[in-house]
């Protein structure tokens, strides 16, 4: 079965500081994705990644950056914290072919303080 | 740009009855597929159902079906005999042909009473 690992299910962190959130897939995907989940929003695209070191902004990239300096790994880094980006954080890959079929991992719920 | 709308924020239904879940979309493409995926509590979204936007029948997974109806831009999914399990959020989603990205829409909390 392919696993998609998110580091930490639940974080608190306070404005300003600076976040990493970490998934990592065990399937060998060639793409790789951050998502974030809001009640009445659903999931909006923050930044995906289509192979190592290539990155490319979503929907709403403001306020976030990626690092993909391996292809198993994908981290969602937060560079000043702030209270609108409390949220659910979802990660999700699949391989190029799969059609649409992406495999989430658990989620890391963030609240900032 | 793509846009998905689920109009049903939450539903609840009893065992064993049957559920629709609607969902419209508007884009421009001619080629592209839909999706409906499963969220439960606490647990990690998964794919239920995919339906090609160049084929005419409607997708099935057991007790799953959608109605995709493309002059409409409407992809409802129905699920019949509902069980306890399928408590959870549901998203329908929208991909390019071209693509990989998924459009989300904003979810739709189900509930299966016992």
């Known amino acids: 079965d392919v696993k998609v690992t998110q580091s930490s299910r639940y974080l608190v962190k306070r404005t300003g500081e600076k976040v990493f959130l970490e998934c990592v897939q065990d399937?060998?995907?060639?793409?790789m994705f951050w998502y974030r989940q809001d009640p009445g929003l659903g999931l909006r695209l923050i930044y995906f990644s289509y192979d190592v070191k290539m990155k490319e902004k979503g929907d709403i990239p403001e306020g976030y950056s990626v690092s993909r300096e391996k292809k198993e790994r994908f981290s969602l880094i937060l560079e000043s914290a702030s209270t609108n980006q409390t949220s659910m954080y979802l990660c999700a890959s699949t391989r190029t072919g799969l059609t649409g079929e992406l495999f989430f991992g658990e989620g890391s719920r963030l609240t900032v303080l | 740009a793509q846009t998905v709308t689920q109009s049903q924020p939450e539903m609840s239904v009893q065992e064993a009855e049957t559920v629709t879940l609607s969902c419209t979309y508007d884009t421009s493409e001619s080629n592209y597929y839909l999706f409906w995926y499963k969220q439960p509590p606490s647990r990690q979204m998964i794919l239920v159902i995919r339906?090609?936007?160049?084929?005419?029948q409607n997708a099935t997974e057991n007790r799953f079906s959608v109605n995709f109806q493309k002059a409409a831009k409407s992809f409802s999914l129905k699920i019949s005999d509902s069980q306890l399990g399928d408590t959870a959020m549901y998203f329908c989603a929208f991909m390019k042909q071209s693509g990989q990205k998924l459009v989300f829409g904003q979810g739709t909390r189900l509930t299966i009473n016992p």
């Open positions: 339906q090609e936007a160049y084929k005419q």
């Open positions: 399937m060998d995907h060639e793409n």
